[in-house]
Every structure is written in C-alpha cells, then in structure tokens.
C-alpha cells in the first residue's frame, strides 16, 4: 500500500500550545498535502508544499518536507480550542496522480 | 474559494436497496472527480476516480458493479451503491481537483460527506 503512517495518532494539548504531527511516505513524490477535516464532515485543504520545497508557512501553520527522510510535519503554533480536528497529510506521485492519504492524527485542544 | 456539494448529507436504507449519492463543482468545472470512503476513525481509502464522458476507474478491490459511478456533466457525479448491505455503512465523500493547471490541479476540494447506514 502506498499510504502514509502519520505519528502520533492521537495528540491533547493544552491551548496556547504547539502542535506538531508526522507523516512518513513511501516512494517518491511530486507534492505533500495536509488537510483538516473535523468530525463527521468533509476535508479542507490547508497547505501544499511540493517536492523541491522544504518549509512552508499559513498564517499559524508551518509546514517542513524532508525528501531524504521521505518525511514531513505539520506545526500548529499557539493552537485553539478551535483547531481540535483530525489532521491528514497526503501525498501525489506526479502532478496528475490521485492523492494518497496518511493515517491521520486527532488532535485535542483543551480550552 | 471552490464548492464541492455532496447530497443527501444522510441517509438510512434497508438492506437489499440501492442508494444514490450526488456530488457536485459549483463554481468551476470538473471533469474529474474522486470518490472515497471512510470508516470511524480511520483514514480515507479511495474507491474510484470518476472522469466526465468516459467510464470511472475502479481502484483495487472495489467492485465496479457495485458501486456504479456515473459522471455525465462537468459539474455532476453520482455513486450508485448497488443493494447495499450493513457492511457498505460507510461515510462517503467526493472530491474535485481545482487549480490553475485545471483538471490536474494539485489541490482537490471536497464534499461534506454523505453518511450511510443500512439496516
């Protein structure tokens, strides 16, 4: 399976604090995704970084990809309570290519 | 920003029915679509991608006769979840790539989902 282990699976924080989830891919990629999608709805995109990138930033979210470690990780800075979601990260081969998710990590933020 | 809908947002039916889902671009055009599924917890596994015109490609494992996908405009497709059973329970979402290269944008934006459970 191509799909991507994101770590940890679960996260509760206190609000204020910083968040940062992982995300493990397994071949080669053109761009990583993550997205957020809160209980029982759809999914909203929230940043793309492609393959000849390492950081990216929107707005409290930052965003590294490490192609040698076939990584990347999703930062939340001084979260909120609103910000309690499970968080996807997913990847495309090529551009053309369907996206492939990863597990997911639920995070909790405790008001 | 785009707008994917998804109708009904839920739905109960009794096993041995069949149950159509609608999914739908409102403000851009979308000759591709995808569809995917997802159990409680647990990520999104692509079921079949839905192309305008032109048959759907099934992803391994899903049965084609079962889930019969049809995509006939640039803003409409439907999944058909043929004599569904307790096991076809399921929340079921689409999704359509948008972006400045078109039907390959790399973003895709996403339908609310369309819970089913079968009785």
């Known amino acids: 399976s191509q799909q991507g282990e994101e770590d940890p699976q679960a996260l509760s924080i206190q609000e204020g604090e910083n968040a940062t989830m992982n995300c493990s891919y397994k071949?080669?990629?053109?761009?990583l995704q993550w997205y957020r999608q809160n209980s029982g709805r759809g999914l909203v995109h929230l940043i793309l970084?492609?393959?000849?990138?390492r950081e990216k930033h929107s707005g409290r979210l930052r965003v590294t990809l490490d192609t040698s470690k076939k990584s990347s990780s999703l930062l939340i800075t001084a979260s909120r309570a609103a910000d309690t979601a499970s968080y996807f990260c997913?990847?495309?081969?090529?551009?053309?290519?369907?996206?492939?998710f990863g597990t997911g990590t639920r995070l909790a933020v405790r008001p | 920003g785009a707008v994917v809908s998804q109708h009904p947002s839920w739905v109960i039916c009794k096993s041995g029915t069949s149950v159509k889902i609608e999914c739908r671009s409102l403000?851009?055009?979308?000759?591709?679509m995808f569809w995917y599924r997802q159990f409680p917890k647990q990520s999104l596994m692509l079921m079949a991608t839905?192309?305008?015109?032109?048959?759907?490609?099934?992803e391994q494992g899903v049965e084609k006769d079962k889930f019969l996908i049809n995509h006939a405009s640039l803003t409409l497709s439907t999944l058909t979840v043929t004599s569904a059973h307790p096991e076809d329970s399921s929340f079921y979402i689409c999704?359509?790539?948008?972006?400045?290269?078109?039907?390959?944008?790399?973003?895709?934006?996403f339908g609310p989902g369309t819970r089913l459970t079968v009785l």
């Open positions: 999704s359509a790539p948008y972006g400045r290269s078109g039907p390959q944008g790399d973003t895709q934006y």
């Open positions: 970084i492609r393959s000849n990138e």
């Open positions: 403000d851009f055009q979308a000759t591709t």
């Open positions: 071949t080669s990629i053109n761009n």
């Open positions: 997913a990847n495309k081969k090529s551009s053309g290519d369907k996206l492939t």
């Open positions: 839905s192309n305008e015109g032109s048959k759907a490609t099934y």
